[in-house]
């Protein structure tokens, strides 16, 4: 489904690019949780933290919820997004809300938990959305080169 706007056409991202853009990203938090475990180590006198300390898993999610809505809210577009020429908006074409981004956050999580099928649905769908594109009201298109 390509829409035809005042200046551009714009195309929904493909599966295979938006898994790309997802891959960089996740690249970009794991280093980021090293430095949050490194922080820790050093603030606990050199030890790991034990295993039942909720610190890091909390501290792991909120950089992960940061990250994401940060972005997304500031330009649509995480640097993995931003590598692969990636944007996410509303379905309206703005730019998203940051409930719009918690709730992307939350339906994006049994869409990649139930065996991706969540991710599949774009193969499948008639609009080319995600699941966690339609409890949002968002889409990823892809731009244009420049």
């Not at 551009?8 to 430095?35: C, E, K, M, N």
Request: charged letters at 15%; proline letters at 5%.
């Amino acid at each position: 489904m390509k829409n035809q706007t005042q200046e551009t056409t714009v195309t929904p991202a493909s599966p295979l690019v938006r898994l790309a853009a997802f891959l960089y990203d996740a690249l970009l938090l794991i280093a980021l949780w090293f430095v949050l475990g490194g922080i820790a180590v050093a603030v606990n006198g050199g030890e790991g933290l034990s295993p039942n300390n909720p610190f890091m898993p909390s501290m792991m999610l909120i950089i992960w919820v940061w990250f994401n809505t940060h972005f997304w809210r500031r330009g649509g577009q995480t640097l993995g997004m931003r590598a692969w020429r990636l944007r996410l908006l509303t379905t309206n074409g703005q730019n998203l809300t940051l409930m719009q981004c918690l709730l992307r956050l939350v339906a994006a999580v049994p869409s990649l938990a139930l065996f991706g099928l969540g991710y599949f649905w774009i193969w499948i769908g008639k609009d080319k959305l995600a699941w966690h594109d339609i409890y949002s009201e968002t889409r990823v298109i892809r731009e244009p080169k420049k």
